[in-house]
């Protein structure tokens, strides 16, 4: 058998541990703390991470010398996924979307217990207020709550005992009967909410998208300031937002059927 081995380029392979780190570690990770946990010399961290912050893929947060995944891995999700039916349908109709409420429109997944967005474009309205990444928890994301209220209640209590769930502010959902109330609503309307849980002065309203068997596989949802999504009216947003995700299931499903005739 060849071993692959003697053609690993060593920066590069050191490159990808600590990106993985980060993404383990949810970002905000300072270089002290990636040299203790990799034993990685601080210089050639340092190196990396400049590196990476100059094609976008880290960022360097407000606090002092802290580092986060970047956006960059955003453009990369996309085109890795391109190929995947449900994005390749959901983006001109994510797109229009956007151009309709001037906000920001996300398409997200579950994967490994995150949620994982894969297309995001943002309105003419928008502007940056957060340094959102591409993962994240679920527990306190309206996409992911969308996800979790399909658990069986075996997997939302392992899931609430474990340590996955984030306190982003004090509007986060961090245990399992809080969130088994919620999730009655969220299965009588359809439809899931953020109410500044992932961050403050920021709200977030999502929809599923599903497939024939009306499993929930993916997810979209609008996000913007909360007080300008209240001034354009929820309800008119969350009827736009529904109609988009009814639309975007009904073509993956009549697709899904056709591949059988």
Known sequence: MENTNIY??????????IIEYM????????ISQISKELNLPK?????????????????????????????????????????NDITSIAVPLINKLAKET?????????????VVTV???????????????PVSPLNCSAMGKLFL?????????????SNMPETRTVNSI?????????????????????????EYGLSCIAAPIYDTNKNIIAAISISG????????????LQNLLISTAKEISKIYSNMFLHSFL
């Open 8 to 17: 690993i380029i060593p920066m590069v392979d050191k490159t990808f541990e």
């Open 23 to 30: 993404y383990q570690k949810d970002g905000k990770i300072g």
């Open 43 to 83: 210089a050639t961290i340092y190196r990396i991470l400049t590196t990476l912050r100059k094609w976008g893929y880290v960022e360097k947060t407000e606090e002092l010398d802290k580092y986060m995944l970047g956006k960059s891995f955003i453009k990369l999700g996309s085109k890795v996924s391109s190929e």
């Open 102 to 114: 001037g906000e920001s429109i996300n398409l997200g997944i579950l994967h490994n217990s995150e």
């Open 119 to 133: 297309y995001n474009t943002k309105g003419e309205d928008f502007y940056l207020i957060s340094n959102l990444i």
């Open 149 to 161: 209220s399909q658990f069986s209640g075996e997997d939302l209590k392992e899931y609430f005992d």
């Open 174 to 198: 961090v245990d399992l009967e809080s969130f088994l109330k919620l999730k009655k609503e969220i299965e009588r309307d359809g439809i899931s909410y953020d109410k500044e849980e992932y």
């Open 225 to 236: 300031p909360t007080t300008r999504l209240n001034y354009k009216g929820r309800e008119n």
